[in-house]
C-alpha cells in the first residue's frame, strides 16, 4: 500500500494524478509477483466515486488477482481514511529488454471464497478483452484522427524526454494518463467556457476512464502526438474521446498507442454538480460517436 498526499491549484486532487498513482501502484505490486520489469497492457474501468481534497492522505492499493502466462489481472483502489474513493482493474504484462513477453513463474492461488470471486471476475474481464484485442495488430498501426470532423476538439504534441520514462527507455503509462486527462480536461473546461481560475469560478472533474488498451510502447525519444474531441453532453457530465499515436523522428514510423474515453463532471466551487451547456450532434460523425457514447454508457460495470 503507497501513501500519496497531493492537490492541484484548485485544492481537489487531479484525475490525472490518481491515474498516475493508480497506475504506478499496479506496475510495482506487478513486478514484485513477476520478478522483473512489467508494462501496463490495458484498464478495463476507472471510476472515480470520490474527489480527494487538499490535505487528504490518499492510500492505494493494488493486488495481483491472476497470473496467466506473461500477464497479470491487477484490481486497484484507492481510498481516504475507510472511504474507497477511486477503483481500477488493469492488465500488466512482463517483459524483457526488448519489450517481448516473459512467462512468469510465479503463480497466485486464491484462499478465500471472496478472493475466488475476485478472480472469477477477472476471468470474466480476461475472456471480454481478449474479444475485443481479436484483431489487435491492426489496431497497432497509426490511426487516423477520429476527432477531426468534430466541432469540439483540441490536440497537444509532447516530446518524451527522460523525465517521462520509468527508466530512461519506456514512457511511464501513468504519465502518459496524466498528459491525456489533462488534454481531456482542458477541452471540458473550454466546452464550459472556462478559461481563467478564480476561487469562486466552476470547474471540472474525472469521473470514469473506459477502456484503455496499449498497443505500441513509447520509448525515449519519441513524439506522441494527441488529439481530443467532445462525443457526448449529458446534464452534468461530458464524453471526451482521446486519441494517441507515437511518432519515431528517426525512422519517420507512426504507431497507434491508445483510444479511449474520458468522462468529466462540471462542478460548483462546493463540488456540487452543475449542468452543463446544451449540446446537440450536428454531423453524421457527431451523431455516429453520440450513440457510441449512449451504447457504453448503458453497459453493465
Known amino acids: ?13 487531479h484525475g490525472g494524478d490518481m491515474l498516475k498513482f493508480l497506475a504506478d501502484s499496479g506496475m510495482l505490486a506487478s513486478m514484485r509477483v513477476a520478478k522483473g520489469f512489467t508494462v501496463l497492457a490495458s484498464l478495463d474501468q476507472v471510476l472515480f466515486k470520490k474527489g480527494g481534497r487538499l490535505g487528504d492522505i490518499i492510500e492505494v492499493e493494488a493486488k495481483v488477482l491472476y497470473v496467466g502466462k506473461s500477464s497479470m489481472e491487477v484490481e486497484m483502489s484507492a481510498r481516504r481514511g475507510e472511504e474507497i474513493i477511486v477503483t481500477a ?26 478472493e475466488q470471486v475476485k478472480v472469477e471476475e ?6 471480454a478483452r481478449l474479444e475485443k484485442l481479436a484483431n489487435r495488430n491492426s489496431m497497432r498501426e497509426c490511426s487516423a484522427d477520429p476527432t477531426n470532423f468534430l466541432r469540439y476538439r483540441i490536440s497537444n504534441s509532447l516530446f518524451v524526454g527522460p523525465g517521462m520514462t520509468y527508466d530512461g527507455r519506456v514512457a511511464s503509462a501513468g504519465m502518459l494518463l496524466k498528459a491525456m486527462d489533462d488534454l481531456g480536461g482542458t477541452l471540458a473546461l473550454r466546452f464550459n467556457g472556462i478559461e ?4 469562486d469560478s466552476d470547474g471540472v472533474v474525472t469521473v470514469a476512464v473506459s477502456d484503455i488498451f496499449f498497443y505500441s510502447p513509447i520509448r525515449l525519444g519519441d513524439v506522441v502526438e494527441m488529439n481530443a474531441g467532445l462525443t ?7 464524453d471526451i474521446l482521446i486519441n494517441v499515436n507515437r511518432l519515431d523522428p528517426k525512422s519517420g514510423g507512426c ?4 483510444t479511449a474515453f ?7 466551487p462546493q463540488g456540487n454538480k452543475k449542468e452543463m451547456p446544451e449540446y446537440v450532434p450536428a454531423t453524421e460523425q457527431e451523431r455516429e460517436l453520440w450513440l457510441n457514447s449512449l451504447r457504453r454508457r448503458q453497459r453493465p460495470l
Open 262 to 268: 474520458f468522462t468529466y463532471v462540471r462542478i460548483d
Open 89 to 114: 482493474t488493469g492488465t500488466y504484462v512482463k517483459v524483457d529488454q526488448e519489450f517481448r513477453p516473459v512467462e512468469i513463474d510465479e503463480k497466485v492461488i486464491p484462499e478465500t471464497r471472496e
Open 196 to 199: 481563467n481560475y478564480s476561487p
Open 122 to 127: 477477472a476471468m470474466k474481464r480476461r475472456e
Open 232 to 238: 457526448y453532453v449529458g446534464k452534468t457530465s461530458a
Open 1 to 13: 500500500m503507497v501513501h500519496y498526499q497531493q492537490t492541484n491549484f484548485m485544492g481537489r486532487l
Open 255 to 258: 504507431s497507434h498507442v491508445t
